[in-house]
């Protein structure tokens, strides 16, 4: 391979910070040590594809465009919905055009266009990826509210903005249920 992989190397280091990125609207719910991005991205990309499965869409392709959906925030931090009322929304795509620069073109341009249908919002794929995002985040909270966190906004707020058929469903029966029904049915006890 003829490339200089010396941005890609930097941008694999970048991404780990998500690691230790929090999601910093929990501290809102007094959540002291909240999840962070990558943890975040991580269930978000599996329930994406399973939710394009359930609607016809491609399930890889959904779950690529989640594993990308908050990458940008490596440079910016997680601001969440309050700090947004301050102060201006970064650019998805421009900070992405940042991150890649210098990468392969092959592959830089891969990633712009995955950010850019993300945020287009349009393909189906994307639009199982974003409910992806909003129902990863009612799961979240509906596991802090367990823990005695008051999170009951974010259950409420993510659960009004769910748009296909699939992720409705999957909200009404996660709330139905409680985060340990998966143990105990395991181990034969519901």
Known sequence: MADDLSAVARFLYEAGTLKQTKRTGWWMAGVRDPESVAEHS??????ASVIA??????????????VWHDSQETR???????GKKYAPSADPEAITADQVAGMPEVLASAIREVVAEYEEKE????????DADKLECMIQGIEYRAQGYDAQRWIDNSRGRLTTKT??????AVLEGAPLDWLRTVMGEK
């Open 167 to 172: 992720a409705n469903e999957l909200a009404a």
């Open 42 to 47: 991580w269930r978000t990309a599996l329930i």
């Open 76 to 82: 910016t931090g997680d601001v969440n919905h309050l």
């Open 53 to 66: 499965k359930l609607e016809g869409a491609d399930p890889a392709k959904a779950a690529f465009l989640a």
């Open 123 to 130: 393909s189906p794929e994307a639009v199982c990826a974003r």
